[in-house]
């Protein structure tokens, strides 16, 4: 197994206390939302993923579609996640216009099942085959003053709504593809966490595999990687050795609950 030098360990352990992580998921529910237009969207689940079977909305000219309503993304962030920004991508493509006639795409956010003011605009549409349009960015929360939590982000009702408008002549616009990316810094948000000495929780640190767990009564251990991806959970008894050498070396986010609460420290694993 691959051994971290002491420089190498503090490289990657400030990479991961300071940059920032994403993960991307696709819808397991899309619909035909009757606002804001009345064109609605024919076979809406079909831009649930790229399969190259489309959900189509046919436009007159000025016309506007209903909302293509995508929800329950599955997203797992951790309640020390601080969400840094949103980004939509849909799939698609238009039929040909006239000269100078284009389709306007649109979308939203969806907190709690309930869509937000804020949109973001795109004007590009390919006639020549389908491609994904973007929406938002990494460091975007769609509108001033914007907040998302962990729980929003993980919520079943959160997503997005995609709508068109075909601006001088009608056209017919076809989806096959729907994701989001969440941005988020791993870190941050730990103050709303017991922050506690290293000795706190285990010993060694870093650790070929075996630790050393110092609480008293009862508490769950949960260990995450780099990416937020619950790798271990069980619950413990009193202080304690494990091994924890079934692990990959790299970077773990160690969390004890306990009555007072959680407790976040840091993990290496360098074997």
């Given at each position: 197994m691959k051994k971290f030098t002491p420089l190498a360990l503090?490289?990657?352990?400030?990479?991961?206390?300071?940059?920032?992580?994403?993960?991307?998921?696709?819808?397991?529910?899309?619909?035909?939302?009757?606002?804001?237009?009345?064109?609605?969207?024919?076979?809406?689940?079909?831009?649930?993923?790229?399969?190259?079977?489309?959900?189509?909305?046919?436009?007159?000219?000025?016309?506007?579609?209903?909302?293509?309503?995508?929800?329950?993304?599955?997203?797992?962030?951790?309640?020390?996640?601080?969400?840094?920004?949103?980004?939509?991508?849909?799939?698609?493509?238009?039929?040909?216009?006239?000269?100078?006639?284009y389709v306007a795409s649109y979308v939203k956010l969806v907190k709690a099942g309930t869509i937000q003011i804020d949109s973001m605009s795109n004007l590009v549409m390919n006639s020549k085959g389908s491609s994904w349009v973007s929406f938002g960015a990494c460091d975007s929360l769609w509108g001033n003053g914007s907040k998302w939590s962990y729980s929003d982000i993980n919520n079943i009702d959160f997503g997005i709504v995609y709508y068109a408008i075909a601006m001088?002549?009608?056209?017919?616009?076809?989806?096959?593809?729907?994701?989001?990316?969440?941005?988020?810094?791993?870190?941050?948000?730990?103050?709303?966490q017991?922050?506690?000495?290293?000795?706190?929780?285990?010993?060694?640190?870093?650790?070929?595999?075996?630790?050393?767990?110092?609480?008293?009564?009862?508490?769950?251990?949960?260990?995450?990687?780099?990416f937020g991806k619950l790798t271990y959970q069980d619950h413990f008894q009193d202080a304690q050795y494990k091994d924890l050498s079934f692990l990959d070396s790299g970077i773990y986010s160690l969390r004890v609950t306990d009555p007072d609460g959680d407790h976040i420290q840091k993990m290496i694993i360098s074997k």
């Open positions: 503090a490289l990657i352990l400030s990479c991961t206390l300071f940059g920032q992580s994403s993960v991307t998921k696709i819808p397991t529910s899309v619909v035909s939302d009757s606002l804001p237009g009345n064109i609605n969207w024919l076979n809406p689940m079909n831009a649930a993923d790229t399969d190259m079977v489309f959900s189509t909305a046919v436009l007159s000219a000025s016309s506007r579609s209903a909302y293509l309503k995508a929800t329950g993304f599955g997203f797992n962030l951790n309640s020390n996640d601080n969400i840094l920004g949103i980004t939509a991508e849909v799939y698609g493509h238009r039929g040909v216009m006239p000269t100078g006639a001088g002549g009608g056209t017919t616009v076809s989806i096959d593809g729907i994701k989001v990316t969440v941005c988020y810094n791993f870190e941050s948000g730990i103050g709303t017991k922050q506690v000495t290293e000795s706190r929780i285990i010993y060694p640190n870093p650790t070929s595999g075996t630790v050393y767990f110092s609480n008293n009564g009862k508490y769950l251990v949960s260990i995450f990687d780099m």
